[in-house]
Structures are given as C-alpha cells and as structure tokens.
C-alpha cells in the first residue's frame, strides 16, 4: 500500500509541478513576440527620427538652387452658394500639393502617411487664395489634412477647405447671364526665382465639378490656367481656376416674367368694359397697377446696386408703363365721355356750331376733294359745298382741337395696339437677349 500511495504522489507531483512551467513558456514566448512587435512598431518612428535630425523646416529645399517645382490638383466637394448681391460664391475644396524634397529621402520603396500635426515641423508651401474674403479648414473630429512622404523625398500634402471666394459678375444680361468665377491660388512670399507653381495633369487636375448641382446655375465648363501675380516686391506664381456658369431661367420665367405678363394682359380687359362703369375700370387699372409695383420692388430687392441697366429692369419697366398706360387710357375715355355730357357753359351747343359751321361755308367756299364717283359734286353759282363730318367723329380746327365724340373708337383701337405692341416687344426683347 506504501508503495501504491508513493506513486500516486509521484504521478500528482509530476501533473502539477509541469503546468507551471508550461504557463510560464508560454508567457515567456508572448512576452518575446510582444517585443518584436514594439519593435517593428517603433522602427518608423526610429527613421523618422534620424530623417528629421539636422532638418529645417524654415529653409525651403534646394535653397540657393533651382526654384521648388509645386504641382496642384483640387477636388471641388461643393459649391453651396453663389451671390449677386455680395458678388461670391462659397465653394468646399479638397486641394493637394506636390513637391521634392531632397534632404527627406529615406531607403525602401513603400510611402509612408503621417500625422498630419508633423506638418509644423516639415516645410510646406505658402500658398493662400488670393480672392478668397474668408476662409478655413475642417478640423472635425482632427485636423482635415493629409501628408504622405514617398522614398525619393516627394510628399504629398492634401487639406480640405472652405471659402468663400470673390466673384466679379456682370448683370447685364440677368437673368440670363453667363458668369466666370475665379478660384486663384498664388504664393505669399515665395517669388518666381524660389518657387513654381503648376497643374499636375492639365485640365484633367480639377475633378468632381461634373457632378455638383445648383438651384440656379449649370456649371457647363472651366479652365485651369497657370500665371504669375506682379506686385511692388515682385513676381509671385500664380494658379487660376475659372468656373463658367450659367444661369437657369425657368425660376424666373415662373416667379417674374409670367406674372408680369398676366398683369398686363389683365390691365386690358379693361378696354372691354362699359366706359360708365367707372367703379370697375378704375379698381381693375390701379390693382394693376399696384400689383405691379410690388413686383418690380420686390425683384429689385433682390439683386445689387449698381449704376448699369439690366434685362429684367427694362422688362419690369415696360411692363409696368404698358399697366399705366392702361389705365390713363380710361382716363381718356372718361374725360372725352364727360366733356360732351357735360359742357361747359362758354361752349356752344351742338346745334349752334353746326348752324355757325353752314354760315362760314358760305361766306368763304372751301374746295371738295375728288369725287370718288359715288355722288356728284354739289356746285351752285361758282360756289362748292362742303360734305359734312361723320355723326361719330365731329372736328373743329377752331383753336387746332380735334374732338372725338364716339368714345367708344378709343377702346376698340386700344384692343388692337397694346396686344401688338406688347408682342413686337417680347419678340425684340427675347431675340436681344437670349439669343
């Protein structure tokens, strides 16, 4: 029995006494692994570190040499608002920078990306936007920027920005108006004989604008062109992006040119009511006229200050001479329908100025013009005899006054040439400036 009991001993001891040991390999292997891997993660920063030692950030590379060739490609992420009134337009770009950088080669064939807080102690470029009036750069949740430094010393140095960028525009022809906003980019302090600037691909550098969607405007072409910035210290290089945009029209067809429209073709229904409703004509002319008004204001508010006529001016203008001139022509009507219901006591009766007119006839004979052949020529002792006027338009040449009796005549020939002169307008209008 001693001896059973001694080898179960045995055997316990040896299960027991090895799992330790077993525990204590395997901690020993991970604690070896685990230094390996701290190792291959600290290597690049070991490099860095040698990289940067005796590094300048405040000296550009090949100081005293040629001047830094920069490249440049741009991203338009968005365009969120174009101005007339502040002549603007805000625009969100994710913009990169090329360029070499001799004394930050490092052996190997693969790039590396690093924090882009690393750019303080790297020199980059001092590119601004020259027309820029405010701007910024993303920092949610971390700084928006991007560095990435390749083996022959190239970095690549991307941010993203958003500015709001001034836009000389010429209204001219609003709103049917074609703008050109610039997006320029030049050096601050670098001239021509340290730096360079350039697109990276041509045209083919600006990408994403083929995809950007604008209430009023379609974006249908640009340029990317490189020049230089001449100022009192110097030639400064200079980057430029022109965005051409046109504007679209059919949300002022339906917001200002139809209602104007309807206005006026409403200011003539006038011409088709009785000239003794006067209550009638009256209100329908001044509504117009009123209603008007309050367009022209309303579109004026709109748009900038300045000293040159626009095309929505003249059409706002002559439409609302078009409602004037509807309602002064009532005004007509109604003065021409009193003065003959009405006279006043120092004129004569009808009666009495057609006797005085038969007394004149005879007294100082007046020629008849050609008979046409359909009645003969009334002559009687040397004499000819005068036809007398038409019922409905009686003309006295006393004083040079021609008096319209018919009222009636005025709004049937006012039916005829507003419609038509309106029309002939639209026609010159709409070929002067949309074509």
């Known amino acids: 029995m001693s001896g059973q009991r001694a080898t179960v001993l045995l055997l316990v001891f040896a299960i027991f006494g090895g799992i330790p040991n077993s525990v204590r390999a395997q901690g020993d292997e991970e604690a070896a692994n685990g230094r390996e891997e701290e190792s291959?993660?600290?290597?690049?920063?070991?490099?860095?570190?040698?990289?940067?030692?005796?590094?300048?950030?405040?000296?550009?590379?090949?100081?005293?040499?040629?001047?830094?060739?920069?490249?440049?490609?741009?991203t338009i992420a968005s365009i969120d608002q174009v101005s007339e009134v502040d002549m603007d337009y805000t625009v969100t770009v994710l913009m990169r920078q090329y360029w070499n950088d001799p004394r930050l080669k490092f052996p190997g064939n693969r790039s590396m990306s690093l924090d882009p807080r690393l750019a303080k102690k790297l020199w980059v470029p001092d590119t601004f936007l020259e027309n820029s009036k405010s701007s910024y750069l993303h920092t949610v949740t971390v700084d928006n920027a991007l560095i990435r430094l390749f083996p022959d010393g190239s970095i690549l140095y991307g941010m993203r920005i958003t500015a709001k960028m001034e836009c000389e525009m010429d209204l001219r022809k609003y709103p049917?108006?074609?703008q050109s906003c610039p997006f320029i980019l030049e050096s601050y302090g670098y001239t021509t004989e340290d730096m360079t600037y350039e697109w990276r691909d041509g045209e083919k550098s600006i990408s994403g604008l083929k995809d950007i969607r604008l209430s009023q405007f379609t974006i249908y072409d640009y340029k990317a062109l490189q020049g230089y910035g001449d100022y009192e210290t110097g030639r400064y290089p200079q980057l430029a992006l022109h965005i051409h945009m046109q504007r679209n029209v059919v949300f002022f067809m339906l917001q200002t040119y139809l209602p104007c429209i309807l206005i006026v073709i409403l200011s003539w229904v006038s011409f088709f009511i009785d000239k003794d409703s006067t209550p009638a004509r009256v209100a329908l002319g001044v509504t117009t006229v009123l209603t008007m008004t309050t367009l022209v204001s309303g579109t004026r508010a709109q748009l900038p200050k300045i000293s040159y006529i626009k095309a929505i001016d003249v059409y706002l203008v002559v439409c609302f001479v078009f409602v004037f001139a509807a309602l002064l022509e009532y005004a007509a009507v109604n003065y021409q329908s009193r003065y003959y219901k009405t006279p006043r006591k120092s004129r004569k009766s009808k009666k009495t100025e057609i006797e005085e007119f038969q007394l004149e006839e005879k007294k100082?004979?007046?020629?008849?013009?050609?008979?046409?052949?359909?009645?003969?020529?009334?002559?009687?002792?040397?004499?000819?005899?005068?036809?007398f006027p038409s019922p409905k338009v009686l003309t006295s040449f006393r004083g040079g006054r021609k008096i319209i009796e018919d009222v009636n005549d005025i709004d049937k020939f006012s039916r005829v040439l507003f419609p038509c002169t309106f029309a002939v307008f639209n026609a010159i209008y709409w070929i002067t400036y949309a074509v």
Not at 368 to 381: H, K, L, Q, W
């Open 176 to 178: 049917m108006d074609e």
């Open 40 to 74: 291959a993660a600290t290597q690049p920063d070991v490099k860095l570190t040698a990289l940067f030692r005796g590094y300048d950030p405040l000296i550009r590379p090949n100081f005293h040499g040629k001047p830094v060739a920069v490249q440049m490609s741009m």
């Open 364 to 387: 100082a004979p007046l020629a008849v013009p050609e008979n046409d052949g359909s009645s003969a020529p009334a002559a009687r002792n040397g004499t000819t005899r005068r036809r």
